[in-house]
């Protein structure tokens, strides 16, 4: 099926433990993110990636990885899970860079991850 | 940096009435675009409409519409005729140097 899939839904994971969050898209989309939602705060960016290879920091990185060795694909890393990186994480994708173009970003069905 | 600020948390209407939602932004960029994504309790982003910077027109999309105030730095959001489906989370948000860059919501519930 076309679109934008995220998984794990839900991850329950411990303080210390390494745990990666799955993003595909099946457009070929260049422009990939990762945001986090919390309450009072909205949606904010971590990492975005211009195409495969080519990465860069949101507003909220420290303590996140990304890698895109694929096109498809943006797995984002949580190297050593913190209480504070409890949040629900969601993906997007869009065809070209924001303000090159009106385009509008897609977006996975979230993950909500609990660190405890 | 870019900002975008959405001074009303919570928001309520009766079905069939107007609703504005406010939003003010900031950003050094002369390309950019305006959006309004709408997160119902599904948790699934949906857009609702866009609006190109360079446009004077505001944009409409069926019972939605836009006040874009470019001088002011202003983007509201307006839903006529509102119904018990758009109750829902909205979120503007500001597209400009490669990235979407959102404020923190306005939950608009809209009661029967």
């Known amino acids: 099926d076309a679109g934008i899939t995220q998984s794990p839904r839900y991850k329950i994971t411990e303080t210390g433990r390494q745990v990666t969050l799955m993003c595909h898209q099946t457009w070929s989309h260049s422009y990939m993110f990762w945001y986090r939602q919390d309450l009072g705060h909205g949606l904010r960016l971590i990492y975005y990636s211009a195409a495969a290879d080519i990465t860069d920091k949101g507003e909220v990185p420290d303590g996140y990885v990304v890698s895109r060795s694929k096109t498809e694909n943006f797995p984002l890393t949580l190297e050593s899970a913190t209480r504070s990186q409890t949040s629900v994480y969601f993906c997007a994708s869009s065809e070209y860079g924001q303000g090159l173009g009106g385009a509008e970003a897609f977006f996975g069905q979230g993950t909500r991850l609990t660190v405890v | ?112």
Do not use: H
Not at chain 2, 44 to 51: A, C, E, G, H, K
Not at chain 2, 78 to 84: A, H, V, W
């Open chain 2, 1 to 112: 940096a870019q900002t975008v600020t959405q001074s009303q948390p919570e928001m309520s209407v009766q079905e069939a009435e107007t609703v504005t939602l406010s939003c003010t932004y900031d950003t050094s960029e002369n390309n950019y675009y305006l959006f309004w994504y709408k997160q119902p309790p599904s948790r699934q982003m949906i857009l609702v409409i866009r609006q190109e910077a360079y446009k004077q027109q505001n944009a409409t999309e069926n019972r939605f519409s836009v006040n874009f105030q470019k001088a002011a730095k202003s983007f509201s959001l307006k839903i006529s005729d509102s119904q018990l489906g758009d109750t829902a989370m909205y979120f503007c948000a500001l597209g400009s140097n490669y990235k979407l860059t959102f404020g923190k919501g306005t939950l608009l519930t809209v009661n029967p």
